[in-house]
């Protein structure tokens, strides 16, 4: 089975020079965990998540050990927001993205995915975004395929 055949299309993108808000935005109205992030011509340039989001939002364990009290602060954490919510996706995002080609097996994908500790691969031809293969993608597509009480 290829790739083409389970991923999912069109994936859930966002423009590498978006600010941070509106990755929020996404993520809350379409229930994502992440974001491919593309440039103008569908190239895939990054991805983010919400624990890119999380490790800008909430202080680090130094933080709170050099000071406890940044926890009873809600100041401290809109503070924080405030001098990021406008920055722009590229400047938070992971640049380093493992793809993978429709034609590829997907047992393949699956390995990578396995191997590199990632829950989704972007999908891509001709280095254009064409989609998008998770985990659950893979697991559903042999479930059906392979199981007939399904």
């Not at 390995?111 to 989704?120: E, L, P, T, V």
């Not at 993608?137 to 059906?144: S, Y």
């Amino acid at each position: 089975m290829k790739v083409k055949q389970l991923m999912t299309k069109p994936a859930h993108t966002i423009l590498e020079n978006e600010p941070l808000r509106k990755v929020n935005q996404l993520m809350q109205r379409y229930h994502l965990n992440n974001l491919i992030v593309i440039n103008e011509n569908n190239e895939v340039k990054g991805i983010i998540t919400y624990s890119d989001l999380y490790r800008l939002i909430l202080p680090t364990y130094v933080e709170v050990m050099e000071d406890e009290s940044i926890w009873l602060l809600p100041e401290t954490i809109e503070d924080k927001i405030k001098n990021f919510i406008d920055k722009p996706v590229k400047s938070v995002m992971t640049k380093k993205v493992t793809t993978v080609s429709e034609k590829e097996l997907v047992v393949k994908a699956g390995a990578i995915m396995s191997a590199k500790k990632i829950k989704q691969l972007p999908v891509v031809e001709n280095n254009k975004l064409v989609g998008v293969i998770s985990y659950r993608d893979i697991l559903w597509g042999f479930l059906i395929t392979n199981c007939k009480f399904l």
